[in-house]
Each structure stands twice: as C-alpha cells, then as structure tokens.
C-alpha cells in the first residue's frame, strides 16, 4: 500500500532564512506527488504538483520541490520564508494504476517562521 | 468561480443523530472526495466518486454513505453519528483521478 512520511512533524524557523520539509513516499509504481498548505482554520491549497518530466518543481509563493526517485523523496524548499509561511504542510501521494485518485497524506508538518 | 464549497461550516450532533454533509464544485471536475482530518493523521479519504454514477470505498468508510447527485454536487451522510466521528470533513475535487485535487473550506463536527 502507498505510504507517505514526512519527516518533521514541526519545524521552527527565523524569518528569511531557508528552509526544507522533508517527505518519502513508498511506490512501487508510477506516482504522482503533491505539496498543499494549509493556513489555520482553512482548507488545503495546492502549492506545487510533480507529474512527469523535470525532477524540480516549482510551486506558488517561491516554493519549489525536487523528485528523487532512487530515494523516493520529494522535499519542499524555500530559500528565504516570510512570516506569512507560518502554517501546517501536507505532502500527499497518487499511486495511479489500481489505486487511482486515492491521494495517500503524510501527517502533516507545522512550519513556525518566527521575526 | 466561488471553486469547491461546503455546507455546513460548523455542526454540533449528539449521539445516533443523522446529518448529510454537502458538497457542491463549479469547476466542471469529474472526480469528487470526501476526507476527514484529525489531529497527527493528516488527511483520510472516506469515500470518492471517479466520475458521475460511481462512487468507491476510501480508507475509512465505515459509518459513512455517499450520494453523487450530479456532476456537480457530492454529499456525506451519518447516519447514526458517534463521538469517534467529530473531525473536520473536507471536500476535494479534480478533473480526473490522476490529478490534483481541489479542496473545500471545511466543515467542523462535534458529536456529543
């Protein structure tokens, strides 16, 4: 069965310094792989989406992610966080094939961007 | 386009009550999803509809039925609601199931 981890349950940051969310996905078969936010109270927003082609991925708000197949891996990175990025990051998984449209979530990471 | 949308935001039941949720996109999409949302869990899919006419079990579906009424609209019902059923109920849909998912604001239940 397809499985995501994110590796973080929280993370702290200072504002404009960097920052990665890690997260591995099990697939034995092709796969499609997401990045959502969600600001509080709200539901998910799409951040960023790898479906084929470049390995490296960029998203909304100077988000980008890169796929690394051999690790299984698709980690979210952003150079330089705002404030405003203070929220709780979702990675999620679609196996396709049999398991189609059952997106598969890792359980979430909480990035706190402190001033 | 006002995208996904969900009606209630907040509900409160007790026990053995029943409620439908409901789901309704504009975006044309044919895949619809019903998940919930606890705490460290991330989110679980309940049930989805591929496409118009057909709807399939997700990961927890027990206590949950589901209604594809049209394109358009795709509706969750408790039909006798338990405490271990108080979570924030999300409503996604896509374009088709390979795709990304859009998703809904959320509804907010509490069973007593």
């Known amino acids: 069965a397809q499985s995501v981890t994110q590796l973080d349950s929280q993370v702290p940051v200072f504002e404009e310094a960097p920052v990665e969310l890690r997260c591995n996905y099990s697939?034995?078969?092709?796969?499609?792989l997401f990045w959502y936010v969600q600001y509080p109270n709200q539901g998910l927003q799409l951040l960023l989406k790898y479906l084929s082609g470049s390995t490296l991925v960029k998203g909304i708000n100077g988000f980008e992610a890169e796929f690394n197949k051999s690790q299984t891996s698709f980690h979210l990175r952003k150079p330089s966080v705002h404030i405003s990025d203070t929220a709780e990051y979702f990675c999620?998984?679609?196996?396709?094939?049999?398991?189609?449209?059952?997106?598969?979530f890792g359980q979430g990471t909480i990035l706190t961007v402190h001033p | 386009n006002a995208g996904v949308t969900q009606t209630p935001k907040f509900q409160v039941l007790k026990t053995g009550q029943s409620m439908t949720l409901q789901c309704a996109q504009d975006?044309?999409?044919?895949?619809m999803y019903w998940y919930r949302q606890d705490p460290g869990m991330g989110l679980r899919l309940i049930y989805y509809s591929a496409s118009e006419g057909t709807t399939d079990k997700g990961e927890v579906p027990n206590g949950y039925n589901v209604s594809r009424l049209n394109k358009r609209e795709f509706s969750l019902r408790l039909e006798s609601a338990a405490p271990s059923q108080t979570s924030v109920y999300f409503c996604?849909?896509?374009?088709?199931?390979?795709?990304?998912?859009?998703f809904g604001p959320g509804t907010r239940l509490t069973v007593t």
């Open positions: 697939s034995s078969v092709s796969v499609y």
């Open positions: 996604a849909s896509g374009l088709s199931v390979q795709y990304e998912q859009y």
């Open positions: 975006m044309n999409h044919n895949s």
């Open positions: 999620a998984a679609n196996a396709g094939g049999t398991s189609y449209g059952k997106l598969t």
